[in-house]
């Protein structure tokens, strides 16, 4: 229901009409920039409702709208406060600054005239924003709403809606200004209230629980329940303690009729070490479950109490991609232990019908990355949650051969070909690479790898390498693979600047871990070119081209905190904050993350996969020249990465061939 006045009904949307519905204004510093902070007479193009809209102003302090309220409300009401604002569209004062914000105030006054209490709310903020003001020009945007409940001793209230600016002090030429119309003041109903056993409450019996709420009140206030609600719909989920989401997930609800939570001859039992998470909605006038009518509830926690059950292990563990994972827990308890269940972090019950001591992960997969937990149970009934334990397979996380597709042989996923302006699919086209078949990119599309590509798994960017073949076309800059979260945020990237120097740049939500830029020779010769770099937190970074490890430096720092991409990191191009960019041109083969830092061997390796000459990876370049030989006979292609008498055999053979002789004295 809706009226003219706060005071004349629950809910108040004034639409600032032909007169001020009650409304005043106030100001600080600079009032000369408006003889009135309210507009009645602007055009009709700057209200969102009705004729007119109000303005609110500020410049080096603030402008305000507020309005007195002394009726029509009753103790122990709560409301939701809430409007809708538009940059002005006749001034450049907008919220675009880090301070520029508008506010919303409640002041509660008793009858001495004393302020009981004054909450207030930031509903735009310049902090949310970077490039783009909270509020454009061009869009009304709903504030958010500011919820409040009238206290004991209120007779009147005084509603404030506050521009603040946030430009230096003597910085005339910037402000704030902005459009306000629809204001909504509505009474908010609740489902229940005052819940037992009480929100965040701890060690609650791990037996039978039963579960109290008080019923919402009725929202006209005068005390009782509200006389709308028939039923109510209960919803309860419990979690292991050491794997409690936070946010739960409810299933199916149980319905109440009436208005009393019947107690039940048992309760309900949570079992030890839980955190239970509970919500009751009510149904008004008999609406279902999911109807739009029914008052959704507040989310109430508690914990049970800890078990006589003693667990030690199991242990985190950390394996190479293939190896055997093996999890083990020690349980004690008053009686005999007799059951073991295995869970991964997300609940899956990972041995169903075993009970056994020990959880064994034979041939980990890095999609085996997680945390895994063992509950135990006594002969009693008892039942404890081990602590988690983490698994980390260091192993290769995408790998695209571009073979006539764009499938990731590791997530047996697809990648998809689009343009980098409009986002379209494209047809992908492909050549001769140097292993089958590689991609050919144009300068203007890239790869969407989707969900595939995390550079290092669930560690962000501490440790990974990146690894391909590529022909470059291009004169300019072109990225390889690489995503920017934004300004100053976790990022990746490796390019080719202008077909002759590498870039790299790697930086944490801190700091700029590591910048490389590297002259290369002959990037756009026509031929293929081998180039990787692997990196690891607090160790090194070392950039390979064409079989020869060209840096290799420490990190700047030795912390890091790495945040979730916002986006998908995109393969061909450089994804910044959303925006595809600098477009690799030419061709691309036998592409790979890691999520750990191969060492110079094994990248090395990589290159000699494909490779027209291969180099020497086991020793280093002086020793390498005189492994002339091994077990199976002399010559170069008999080498055995070991200097020995094979060798010095070989070099005898050939010794006289070189031409050179010992001085030999008369």
């Not at 199916?252 to 208005?259: D, F, K, L, V």
């Not at 992908?428 to 990119?441: E, F, H, R």
């Not at 995503?483 to 801190?510: G, K, M, P, W």
């Not at 020869?548 to 990190?555: A, F, L, N, S, V």
Request: charged share 15%; glycine share 10%; aromatic share 12%.
């Amino acid at each position: 229901m809706a009226a003219t006045s706060f005071a004349d009904a629950v809910v108040v949307n004034p639409g600032f009409e032909s007169a001020s519905n009650g409304w005043a204004t106030s100001w600080s510093k600079y009032p000369d920039i408006d003889t009135d902070a309210i507009y009645y007479a602007l055009k009709s193009d700057y209200k969102r409702s009705g004729v007119y809209s109000a303005k609110i102003a500020a410049r080096e302090g603030y402008g305000m709208i507020y309005q007195q309220l002394s009726s029509g409300f009753n103790v122990g009401q709560k409301y939701s406060f809430s409007f809708y604002g538009l940059g002005d569209t006749n001034s450049s004062w907008v919220i675009d600054e880090p301070q520029d914000r508008i506010e919303v105030y409640v002041k509660f006054v008793n009858s001495t005239g004393s302020t009981i209490s004054e909450p207030y709310m930031v509903v735009f903020d310049g902090n949310d924003q970077t490039a783009t003001p909270t509020l454009s020009s061009s869009q009304w945007k709903k504030s958010q709403a500011f919820q409040f409940t009238i206290p004991d001793g209120t007779v009147s209230f005084l509603l404030k809606i506050v521009a603040v600016d946030g430009s230096p002090d003597g910085n005339t030429a910037d402000g704030t200004s902005v459009l306000i119309d629809d204001v909504e003041l509505a009474l908010v109903a609740e489902s229940a209230t005052d819940p037992v056993p009480a929100h965040n409450s701890t060690e609650i019996s791990s037996g039978s629980v039963f579960l109290h709420f008080t019923p919402g009140s009725d929202p006209a206030g005068g005390g009782g329940v509200n006389p709308e609600i028939t039923g109510y719909y209960i919803y309860h989920v419990a979690y292991e303690l050491n794997a409690d989401p936070g946010t739960p997930v409810f299933g199916a609800s149980e319905y109440i009729a009436g208005t009393v939570y019947p107690e039940g001859d048992n309760g309900i039992v949570f079992g030890t070490n839980k955190a239970v998470y509970w919500r009751v909605d009510a149904s008004v006038n008999n609406s279902p479950a999911s109807s739009a009518d029914t008052i959704t509830g507040t989310v109430w926690k508690f914990t049970t109490a800890d078990s006589s059950i003693n667990i030690s292990g199991p242990d985190s563990q950390s394996v190479l991609e293939g190896q055997s994972a093996v999890f083990s827990v020690q349980a004690q308890s008053d009686s005999e232990i007799v059951w073991y269940e295995w869970y991964d972090r997300s609940g899956n019950l990972l041995l169903e019908g075993q009970a056994a001591a020990s959880l064994v992960i034979d041939n980990a997969r890095v999609s085996d990355i997680g945390s895994y937990y063992c509950i135990v149970r006594d002969q009693n009934g008892q039942e404890k949650a081990s602590a988690l334990a983490e698994l980390w397979v260091s192993g290769l996380m995408l790998h695209y051969s571009f073979a006539d597709d764009l499938r990731d042989s590791v997530g047996n996923s697809y990648g998809v070909l689009q343009n980098a302006v409009s986002g379209q699919v494209v047809s992908a086209n492909y050549s001769t690479g140097v292993d089958g078949n590689g991609i050919v990119l144009d300068g203007e599309s890239c790869i969407d790898p989707g969900d595939s590509l995390v550079p290092a798994g669930e560690m962000g960017l501490y440790a990974g390498t990146f690894a391909c073949w590529l022909r470059s076309t291009g004169a300019g800059t072109g990225a390889l693979a690489g995503c920017y979260n934004s300004t100053d945020l976790s990022c990746f990237n490796i390019s080719l600047q202008s077909a002759e120097q590498v870039y790299f740049h790697l930086r944490s939500d801190d700091d700029s871990l590591v910048q490389l830029q590297l002259p290369v020779s002959a990037v756009n010769d026509g031929k293929w070119h081998f180039l990787a770099v692997s990196w690891q937190l607090n160790a090194s970074v070392a950039i390979c081209y064409d079989g020869e490890i060209i840096c290799q430096t420490p990190w700047l720092s030795n912390t890091a905190v790495f945040s979730p991409w916002q986006q998908a990191m995109t393969i061909g191009a450089l994804n910044r904050g959303g925006t595809i960019e600098n477009c690799f041109s030419g061709e691309l083969d036998e592409l790979k993350f890691y999520n750990y830092a191969l060492n110079k061997y094994e990248v090395i390796g990589l290159y000699n996969r494909g490779a027209d000459e291969p180099v020497s990876i086991c020793l280093d370049n002086y020793a390498s020249w005189v492994d002339l030989g091994g077990p199976e006979g002399a010559g170069k292609s008999y080498a055995d990465c070991q200097i020995d008498l094979y060798d010095f055999a070989a070099l005898a053979v050939n010794w006289l061939e070189c031409g050179l002789y010992p001085t030999i004295a008369e």
